[in-house]
């Protein structure tokens, strides 16, 4: 494994950022146990089909605990990053046990350390739903992304239906609080706004698998949507 050193973590502002940080800091001890339902749930079988479509060169953002690692094609080795030192020592300890040549930094995703269109594919899977200002996140992953490469995302979203959406809503703040995730992000909508365009959609109750493009006209199956 190499370390990339950002300097993010001088960087940081005072804020939600160093909230969200603190948080998954807390949790970074606990988190694989406390997700394992998710993966067991179909978590795992969507993480293996979205990142499948990596290659390149290719940035996994708010790597956490390294949790992908095993599941990208072989010929791919992510540069991780993430806004939580102690996430990433739990996903450096993954790569050392497989002997994996990948870089993990510590960086924040609203404000990447990497030139304009770097990377063939940006990942992230469970993200957007922590990071504090996810447009901004989403517009950094356009941003770092080639114009032919594509922004894979994995995330569950805000309930489209009444109820669940005004419960999702009622439950984020104390989520946020406890682990880390807003349970009631508009991840589409967001991603749109920070420029993607959305080439696919796959939808399974509150998940969204998306592939993304930072450039180019959005398939008319998809305009109406979310
Ligand atoms: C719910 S965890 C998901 C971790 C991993 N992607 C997975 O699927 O297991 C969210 C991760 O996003 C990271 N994160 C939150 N805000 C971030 C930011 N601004 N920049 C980079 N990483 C961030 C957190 O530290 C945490 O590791």
Known sequence: MRELSTGADDALPLGERLKVRRRYDRVAA???????PMDLAGGRSRRRRDLARASGRVLEVGIGTGRNLGSYPETVHPVGIDLSARMLARAARRLDAAAATTTLAQADVEQLPFP??????VTATCV????ADPVAGLSEAARVTKPDGRV????HVRPRGRLGGWLADMASPVSRRLFGPSLNRRTEENARIAGLTLLDVRR????????ASPSGPEPPSLQQGS
């Open 30 to 36: 606990i988190y694989d146990l406390y997700d394992a």
């Open 116 to 121: 304009d269109a770097t990377f063939d594919t």
């Open 128 to 131: 957007f739903c922590s990071v």
């Open 152 to 155: 894979l995302l994995l995330e």
């Open 204 to 211: 399974s109750g509150v998940w969204r698998e998306i592939v």
